[in-house]
């Protein structure tokens, strides 16, 4: 956990710098295997980016389940950073875990208003 929290720390910081303190983080999402396909996640991640949208704020979320980024990409996310767990644990014996920071940007059309 440790390592966790210093790694993503600096991992948003440098993806993100200070724009995070204005953006929606989407956190802590996961749903049962049982629950999956129901169409759950995407409400409740929409849910956060339409409120993004409605409040002129982008969204973010970190992932470590990479099997993940393609739905996180067909809800707008796109990958900005990508770091790894368990590298620099002496303690950990698997291999290390990839971690995603993904963003949403505000939707906006060709003249640049938010649609």
Request: charged content about 25%.
């Given at each position: 956990?440790?390592?966790?929290?210093?790694?993503?720390?600096?991992?948003?910081?440098?993806?993100?710098?200070?724009r995070v303190?204005?953006?929606?983080?989407?956190?802590?999402?996961?749903?049962?295997?049982?629950?999956?396909?129901h169409g759950?996640?995407?409400?409740?991640?929409?849910?956060?980016?339409?409120?993004?949208?409605?409040?002129?704020?982008?969204?973010?979320?970190?992932?470590?389940?990479?099997?993940?980024?393609?739905?996180?990409?067909?809800?707008?996310?796109?990958?900005?950073?990508?770091?790894?767990?368990?590298?620099?644990?002496?303690?950990?014996?698997?291999?290390p875990v990839?971690?995603?920071?993904?963003?949403?940007?505000?939707?906006?059309?060709?003249?640049?208003?938010?649609?």
């Open positions: 956990m440790n390592e966790f929290q210093k790694k993503l720390g600096a991992a948003v910081q440098e993806a993100l710098g200070s303190d204005s953006m929606l983080e989407v956190g802590g999402l996961a749903t049962l295997p049982d629950w999956q396909g759950y996640a995407t409400a409740l991640i929409r849910t956060v980016t339409d409120n993004g949208d409605r409040t002129n704020r982008s969204c973010w979320l970190g992932s470590s389940n990479t099997v993940n980024r393609g739905f996180y990409r067909s809800l707008g996310f796109e990958i900005v950073h990508t770091f790894q767990l368990g590298d620099d644990n002496p303690d950990w014996h698997e291999k990839l971690f995603d920071i993904m963003v949403r940007e505000l939707k906006q059309d060709a003249t640049g208003d938010i649609v």
